[in-house]
C-alpha cells in the first residue's frame, strides 16, 4: 500500500535530553516485516537513549541537516546523505544526536520487525523485552517489559 508522509500524523516524544518527531511510515502503509519511520530531531537533541538490539537489524538514512551518531565505538560526524547499518547485537548499538543549534536533523529509520526481540541498553543497564509484536510496532505484545539486567532470578525461583 502506498503512503504520502504527508497524509501520516507526527507523534511526538520528550524525555529528558531525548526529543523528536517521529511519522510511522511502514506502519501507515500496512508494512508487516520491515519497518520505516521518518524522524526529526530539533536542535540540541537526541533520539532513543544509546541501545542495541538482539534479533533487529536497524538502520538510518540522513535527509537533512547534520549531527553526531554514537555507536558502539564512539561518537562520529553525520551528515546529510549518510547511510548507517546497525547489526543485530552489542556491534549495532547507536543513539543519534543533534548538536546543531539551528536546524532540525531529518532522517529515516528502518528495521526489521522480527518478533521476538530483547534490546539493551548498556548506559542504564537494562534490558527490554517484546514476544507478541516486534520493536517499534503498536501491536498487542503477549510480553513485554523493561528491566534491570541484575534483577534476575534462579530458574527455579517460586516453582513448585
Not at 548506559?123 to 516486534?134: E, M, T, V
Request: proline residues 6%; hydrophobic residues 30%.
Amino acid at each position: 500500500m502506498r503512503v504520502n508522509e504527508a497524509d501520516v500524523d507526527w507523534r511526538r516524544t520528550e524525555r529528558g535530553e531525548t526529543g523528536f518527531r517521529r511519522k510511522q511510515l511502514a506502519a501507515a502503509a500496512r508494512g508487516e516485516r520491515l519497518g520505516c519511520s521518518l524522524y526529526e530531531l530539533p536542535p540540541e537533541r537526541k533520539s532513543w537513549p544509546f541501545h542495541y538490539h538482539t534479533g533487529n537489524e536497524e538502520a538510518i538514512y540522513v535527509l537533512a541537516g547534520s549531527g553526531r551518531l554514537r555507536t558502539s565505538d564512539g561518537t562520529d560526524p553525520l551528515h546529510r546523505g549518510d547511510y548507517v547499518a546497525f547489526p543485530a547485537g552489542e556491534d549495532g548499538g547507536h543513539r543519534v544526536i543533534n548538536d546543531d543549534a539551528d536546524e532540525p536533523l531529518r532522517y529515516l529509520a528502518l528495521s526489521t520487525m522480527d518478533d521476538p526481540d530483547v534490546t539493551v541498553y548498556p548506559d542504564s543497564d537494562k534490558i527490554g523485552i517484546y514476544a507478541g509484536s516486534a520493536p517499534g510496532s503498536d501491536d498487542e505484545r503477549v510480553v513485554e517489559g523493561y528491566y534491570r539486567r541484575d534483577d534476575d532470578v534462579d530458574y527455579w525461583v517460586d516453582e513448585a
